[in-house]
Each structure stands twice: as structure tokens, then as C-alpha cells.
T-cell receptor
Framework: SQELEQSPQSLIVQEGKNLTINCTSS?????LYWYKQKYGEGLIFLMM?????EEKSHEKITAKLDEKKQQSSLHITASQPSHAGIYLC???????????FGQGTRLTINP | DTGVSQDPRHKITKRGQNVTFRCDPI?????LYWYRQTLGQGPEFLTY????????KSRLLSDRFSAERPKGSFSTLEIQRTEQGDSAMYLC????????????FGSGTRLTVV
């Protein structure tokens, strides 16, 4: 079983539309990290969230960590083709200072 | 800061052969991590080092896998007697203080066992 559950597993949206990806844990998250990955490549760091209720934004991407620190969401506003890829949430679960990852969300943007 | 460097980017090997991958972390990062990622899945933790000490190994890391980080700088991951199930992307990450600065990943080494 996955310690981190991402939903949806895949997402196809029309260019210009908004979208949300969720990441849920049954345990307290000590740190939540969002990465983007192009097929066959490494992980590109997007954002890190540490505190319950924290919200961060970069360009058109916003990530939030809920108050109980067990769920995070990634929201993209006015999606563009450059947003296409695989989005991965990783978390420090149990304070071990290593990352456990969700299974990823594959995002396709249709023109 | 040249980022985390992994070599080679791609490796094709015959079943039963040994392979070795190298990871050069960001120079001031004392923590180094190895992950394995198969198609359609998120990365799975294999092992990590703090300086030269290997502090944790996943049960995914069978006896055929060994990792080293001599002198606390670069690291190598060796797979002996490769099997087709070893085909995956092997990712390396480094960190100075994860809760302050997060983790920086390399571009990965894609292994194909034929």
C-alpha cells in the first residue's frame, strides 16, 4: 500500500483550464515536497511546505498543506502546454528526513 | 552549484552482468540518497548516506545491490548479476538540511537489462 496517495493518477485538461492534484497521507507529514518530472528525466523541485495551513505560489502554480498536515493540493491556474508532465508529491513521514513518494499524476494539456 | 550529476545517463546491459552508477552531489550537501523508479510509479527509496556513513537501507536493496560513498563525496551504486526486473530509472538526490532546503535530484540513470 502507498503511504502517500495521489489523485488523480492521470489528468487531461484543455489549455487555459484550471486543475488540482491531491496528495493524501494517513500519517502526519513533517514536510511535503512537490516535484515535476518530464518523461525519462529527473525531478524538478517546485515547492516545499512545512507548516500546517501553509500556502506557496510560483507563477501559476499554488500548493497548500492542510492544517492537520496530512493532505496537500497543487493547483494550476490557466494551464499551458509547458505544464504537461508528471507531478510527484514526496513527504517526510515520521520525521525520518527521507522522502516517500506518491505514485505520480500524469498531466496532459490539450491545445 | 552545478547540481547533482549522475553518470551514465543510460545503460543497457545483458542479464547477469554487473553495472555501476555514479552520483556526484552538490558539494556542500552531506546527505545523499538513492531511489529507484519504474514506469508509471513514483520513486522508491533505496538507501541514504550522511557523509560517508550509510544510515539506512530499504529492504528493496537486495544482496545484489551495494552502495558506497567513500570520503563522503560522490557515491556509487553497484548491481551485481543484473536481472530484467532491475530495469528502472535510478535517481540520486542530495541535501544539506532537508527541512530547510529540501532535496535536489539528478537527471537519473536509466538501466535496461536485456
Amino acid at each position: 500500500s502507498q503511504e502517500l496517495e495521489q489523485s488523480p493518477q492521470s489528468l487531461i485538461v484543455q489549455e487555459g483550464k484550471n486543475l488540482t492534484i491531491n496528495c493524501t497521507s494517513s500519517k502526519t507529514l513533517y514536510g511535503l515536497y512537490w516535484y515535476k518530472q518530464k518523461y525519462g528525466e529527473g525531478l524538478i523541485f517546485l515547492m516545499m511546505l512545512q507548516k500546517g495551513g501553509e500556502e506557496k505560489s510560483h507563477e501559476k502554480i499554488t500548493a497548500k498543506l492542510d492544517e492537520k498536515k496530512q493532505q496537500s493540493s497543487l493547483h494550476i491556474t490557466a494551464s499551458q502546454p509547458s505544464h504537461a508532465g508528471i507531478y510527484l508529491c514526496g513527504a517526510d513521514i515520521g520525521g525520518a528526513q527521507k522522502l516517500v513518494f506518491g505514485q505520480g499524476t500524469r498531466l496532459t494539456i490539450n491545445p | 552549484d552545478t547540481g547533482v550529476s549522475q553518470d551514465p545517463r543510460h545503460k543497457i546491459t545483458k542479464r547477469g552482468q554487473n553495472v555501476t552508477f555514479r552520483c556526484d552531489p552538490i558539494s556542500e550537501h552531506n546527505r545523499l540518497y538513492w531511489y529507484r523508479q519504474t514506469l508509471g510509479q513514483g520513486p522508491e527509496f533505496l538507501t541514504y548516506f550522511q557523509n560517508e556513513a550509510q544510515l539506512e537501507k530499504s529492504r528493496l536493496l537486495s544482496d545484489r545491490f551495494s552502495a558506497e560513498r567513500p570520503k563522503g563525496s560522490f557515491s556509487t551504486l553497484e548491481i551485481q548479476r543484473t536481472e530484467q526486473g532491475d530495469s528502472a530509472m535510478y535517481l540520486c538526490a542530495s541535501s544539506r538540511s532537508p527541512r530547510d532546503y529540501g532535496y535536489t535530484f539528478g537527471s537519473g540513470t536509466r538501466l535496461t537489462v536485456v
